[in-house]
């Protein structure tokens, strides 16, 4: 079974940025499309960002595009997602898990907080 850790959350201005990272555990991380996910307070869980196995190929919320990108290093089993120009309304709890519809075990994601 795979475990998830995400690591990299943190306070920050608006306009700056964070990388947040994903280390998978227990399994391969090239045997999964990977995506990010967040949680603001009071919302849903919803998608930010999911990658190919293989790192070719990326898809974004078409709102998120242009400021966030998401990478994967299979040699180091590790997911990134570089967020940029953030802005108070990207205050989350940010996830990796599988990008398909089944999903592994959700880690306990990595705080996000942008203050303007």
């Known amino acids: 079974q795979v475990h998830l850790e995400e690591s990299g959350g943190g306070l920050v201005q608006a306009g700056g940025s964070l990388r947040l990272s994903c280390a998978a555990s227990g399994r391969t991380l090239s045997n999964y499309a990977m995506g990010w996910f967040r949680q603001a307070p009071g919302k849903d869980r919803e998608f930010v960002a999911a990658?190919?196995?293989?790192?070719?190929?990326?898809y974004y919320v078409d709102s998120l595009q242009g400021r966030f990108t998401i990478s994967r290093d299979n040699a180091e089993n590790t997911a990134y997602l570089q967020m940029n120009n953030l802005k108070p309304e990207d205050t989350a709890v940010y996830y990796c898990?599988?990008?398909?519809?089944?999903?592994?075990?959700w880690g306990q994601g990595a705080q996000v907080t942008v203050s303007s």
């Open positions: 990658i190919s196995r293989s790192g070719v190929r990326t």
């Open positions: 898990n599988s990008a398909g519809l089944i999903k592994v075990s």
